[in-house]
């Protein structure tokens, strides 16, 4: 199960890491994701039925990453994306990579500000 | 213009963060926003004016934080909350604060990455 599939609610900790680039291009979790399932299937299909998402979902956040970022991140074969295949490209595994370290960097640097809201969200919680 | 009201896409960097807690709490840019708001103005209506949303949509995110806290982060004076005032208690304000810590935290962890995505943006983009 990935990060985004899990409920949202569940989570203790980082829930959410959006990351823009100026005003055309941005990653968060489910397009991570995304990348994530289509580099391991090498399919946008079976990435998005991993997901719980409509193939034409899936294919618009496609080219959403590529014409955002400006150069393709996936890449198609030819004769239909659905039956073709995809890959991840490098400036692709490269975004992924990065946006990992992010999610990463980020849990490590509100540790001690998200134990601080557990203990007293705990204590109100236990108190009432 | 608070962090929330600016164009999601006009980011470069942190643009959306949303920690949990547990399965009943969680503090985003929205609900931080909202609180400091109220902190600023003493009026749950006016933070939600400023916020462009409506009186019935500020009021249920400060139920929904109250409840999900446990203990009040917002209290709102007897004879009915929009006239009434409102107030960010103690431990809503040290929410706040830990919140934006959290955000400045993590702008600083990801900070390194963040330009290294810019760079290849820019690239893709300069080389269409």
Redesign the interface.
């Known amino acids: 199960m990935t990060p985004s599939q899990r ?22 979790p489910g397009r991570a994701d995304l990348l994530e399932l289509i580099g391991e299937t090498g399919s946008i299909s079976e990435a998005a039925k991993r997901m719980g998402m409509s193939y034409k979902r899936a294919w618009s956040l496609v080219q959403a990453l590529n014409q955002g ?3 393709p991140l996936v890449e198609t074969a030819r004769g239909g994306a659905a039956q073709g295949g995809a890959t991840v490209t490098a ?1 692709g595994q ?2 992924l990579r ?2 990992r ?2 999610q990463e ?2 849990r ?3 540790a001690d ?2 134990a ?3 203990r ?2 705990r204590e ?2 236990g ?2």
Chains 1, 2 share one sequence.
């Open positions: 409920p949202k609610s569940a989570v203790t900790g980082l829930a959410h890491l959006r990351v823009g680039f100026g005003d055309d291009f941005y990653v968060g970022f400006g150069a400036a490269d975004i990065r946006y370290h992010m960097a980020t490590l640097a509100i500000d998200v601080a809201i557990t007293s969200h109100a919680k108190g009432t």
